[in-house]
């Protein structure tokens, strides 16, 4: 499977790799998974990836390394186009009504195809923005200068394990490491976030939303029970890890039945695409059924 990269890999050279090249599930993705106690972490994410991308533009080795180089949109569309490998593209689930006297669950069905990817015009890798003199008050313009990159995998790995403890700190965290410049200072941290004002952050954070590029993950549902319309979020990887989150028994039920009935290796069996498998597993079942049949 080959899908093109809303953002892409840009090396050291200013090249752009944004063509990948995509593999099936297999079984030891499946074990990953069965056996992970974080089915939404970006850890997970990374692994899944550095095991099922086969190739980036022109990059044929990759390993967690560059999967956690990624951006974040680019992470999201390759889980998207495994889900479509794995599952189809129709998706259906349920959300909890936001309005406060309803919170009856709502059923949701929308196609990956029709899911908006707005694809980076500016690779960067590197901005740059002049902030208002606004956000900062008596500065010159060329301290009023910030340069910045756009979030990746590794950055999700370090800081979504604060989001559930403190958000704000770990927007903090993630503009600290975004920035790597504010005026002449070039050593950003924590502390340096923390001096720029309100709005200061807040057209960063706008100009980032703005040169991102973007895999448009907000559905539209209508409330059967209360009528109300609301918007709701799609969490991707929560949703397909949990898809895929059969217990490690049924799996290596599936290997065992395949073995038993075939002689191949659980090496052989495990490697098969997630898919490739489930054929062998109805073609089996169908011809002990005809068997039994004719007893």
């Known amino acids: 499977m080959l899908c093109v990269l809303p953002g892409g890999l840009v090396d050291d050279a200013g090249t752009v790799h944004d063509e990948v090249e995509l593999r099936g599930l297999s079984g030891r993705e499946e074990e990953l998974l069965a056996t992970s106690a974080h089915a939404g972490s970006a850890t997970l994410v990374t692994a899944v990836l550095s095991r099922c991308v086969q190739r980036i533009g022109g990059i044929r080795e990759v390993d967690a390394t560059i999967t956690r180089r990624l951006l974040v949109a680019d992470r999201q569309l390759i889980l998207l186009r495994l889900r479509e490998a794995t599952y189809g593209g129709q998706v259906k689930g349920s959300v909890p009504c936001p309005w406060p006297d309803c919170g009856r669950r709502v059923g949701v069905s929308f196609s990956t195809a029709d899911v908006p990817i707005t694809a980076s015009s500016d690779k960067g890798p590197v901005y740059t923005l002049v902030l208002s003199p606004e956000a900062m008050p008596g500065v010159e313009e060329a301290e009023r200068t910030v340069a910045f990159r756009l979030p990746t995998g590794a950055d999700q790995e370090l800081l979504s394990p604060l989001l559930d403890e403190n958000e704000a700190t770990a927007l903090a965290g993630l503009l600290a490491h975004c920035l790597l410049r504010v005026g002449p200072d070039e050593s950003v941290d924590e502390a340096c976030v923390s001096r720029l ?32 319309n609301f918007s709701a979020p799609f969490d991707l990887q929560r949703f397909f890890f949990g898809e895929l989150r059969v217990t490690a028994d049924l799996l290596y039920r599936e290997v065992h039945y395949l073995a038993y009935h075939y002689h191949w290796s659980e090496r052989e069996i495990m490697e098969m695409p997630r898919d490739q498998r489930g054929r062998y597993i109805a073609v089996l079942a169908d011809e002990i059924e005809r068997l039994n049949e004719s007893v």
Not at 204 to 217: C, F, G, N, Q, S
């Open 197 to 228: 004002s309100p709005l200061a952050r807040l057209e960063i954070e706008r100009r980032m939303e703005t040169v991102a590029p973007h895999v448009d993950l907000l559905m539209e549902a209508v409330c059967a029970e209360c009528g109300r």
